[in-house]
């Protein structure tokens, strides 16, 4: 390619600024993070994370519940489930019926649940709760993600953390990188344009920053794609409308699956599902989510648990805010605060851990958390991706015990 025209190019990409760059899909759409540097295998022994976020407001209460407690059946009189209905964990708690594969990971110690994990001074908007729990930043908005700072301050590898959808959440953004996006309705990348953007990602000492910031993205393409294409299919957009569900929980993880089992060097991934908002009418909508979340995890875990990369692998599910405990006149329940986070997989030591929050010593209705969700966090970072803590969550934070 004649030098002049490669200029022009990369000038042209550079001149639509970070935010058309941003608009994008994969790798290419990510100048930031997407940075030069030959594909390498996943090392032997990398813990893996995946993040499952449950957009809408989980009704935590009626997830692990306190079946043998008279204050949530008296909160509740419709909406409660009778103690022969939980699958039980103890003389106390049940788990929804829904949740029969993650009850067997209690069984096997493979299934940790955190009680009560929220933050100072809950909100109950969804956008600004989310925010929170994506920026581990209660008190200041911030404009950065806690696994973005973690990109910030763990190398340049565009493949480190990789988000299942082409939309990335806040989580995933740091100040100088961001994760990767990946849809299964991408198509693979024809040869004769992965020639050209090998030729337009050439080193030229007279590049400006913004052309180098164009140039290194064409570069990290070359990483990306061929890691990917060869366990992601493309797929017809048009036919996956008809034939298959491929935004679906279980379509995400099987993304993930594949990709753990080819050496895929992504230390983080992240995949979601939505729909937990239940003013009304609760109980079926929640136990189908919840069903939705139990069939696609467990045979996840279980695939995971034969693979010499899987069996490092650890699943967080959590949601943005726990349900109110008194039931509203819909048979739903309205927005809350503190929550259950769930943890699993191999590594996990399975068990109760954070104080179970009071039914009746309540905050305006809600339940008291007591425990921080960036001490979730703060051992996912030390334990499963070997790294300092800090810069994610800050100073004061502890590990809880549960890998």
């Known amino acids: 390619m004649a030098d002049w025209n490669r200029r022009k190019f990369l000038i042209a990409g550079a001149g639509v600024g970070a935010a058309g760059l941003l608009s994008g899909v994969a790798a290419i759409t990510l100048p930031d993070l997407l940075a030069a540097g030959r594909q390498r295998p996943l090392p032997p022994k990398s813990g893996i994370l995946v993040i499952v976020s449950l957009y809408g407001g989980n009704d935590g209460i009626n997830t692990v519940i306190p079946y043998a407690d008279n204050a949530y059946h008296d909160a509740r009189p419709d909406l409660a489930y009778a103690p022969e209905e939980v699958l039980p964990l103890d003389g106390q708690l049940g788990l929804n019926p829904a949740l029969k594969g993650m009850s067997g990971m209690w069984q096997h110690d493979h299934l940790a649940i955190i009680r009560g994990v929220g933050y100072p001074k809950p909100d109950r908007s969804h956008f600004r709760s989310m925010d929170i729990w ?74 400006t920053p913004a052309m180098r910031a164009v140039r290194n993205s064409y570069r990290a393409t070359a990483v990306t794609e ?7 299919k493309g797929v017809d957009p048009t036919a996956a409308g008809r034939n298959a569900d491929v935004d679906s929980l279980s379509a995400q993880l099987d993304v993930v699956a594949r990709c753990v089992k080819a050496a895929v060097p992504t230390r983080v991934y992240m995949v979601s599902l939505l729909g937990f908002d239940t003013h009304a009418d609760e109980r079926g909508t929640q136990e189908d989510l919840l069903r939705t979340l139990d069939e696609a995890v467990t045979p996840f875990l279980q695939q995971m648990r034969n693979n010499t990369y899987g069996r490092n692998l650890v699943v967080m599910a959590y949601s943005e805010f726990g349900r109110r405990v008194a039931a509203n006149a819909s048979q739903g329940t309205d927005h809350g605060a503190a929550g259950p986070v769930f943890l699993m997989g191999a590594p996990v030591k399975g068990g109760f851990y954070g104080d179970e929050p009071s039914l009746t010593d309540l905050d305006d209705g809600d339940l008291k958390s007591t425990t921080d969700f960036r001490d979730v966090y703060h051992e996912l970072l030390s334990k499963t991706l070997n790294s300092d803590p800090t810069p994610s969550v800050g100073t004061g934070r502890r590990d809880l015990g549960f890998l």
């Open 226 to 232: 061929p890691e990917f294409g060869r366990v992601i």
């Open 134 to 207: 994506q920026t581990a930043s209660p008190r200041d908005p911030v404009s950065t993600g806690w696994i973005g700072r973690w990109l910030d301050t763990s190398g340049d590898d565009p493949l480190r953390a990789l988000n299942i959808g082409a939309v990335l959440p806040l989580m995933a953004i740091g100040e100088k990188q961001v994760a990767s996006a990946l849809s299964e309705t991408i198509p693979r990348i024809p040869t004769g344009i992965t020639d050209t953007l090998t030729a337009l990602s050439a080193d030229d000492p007279r590049d």
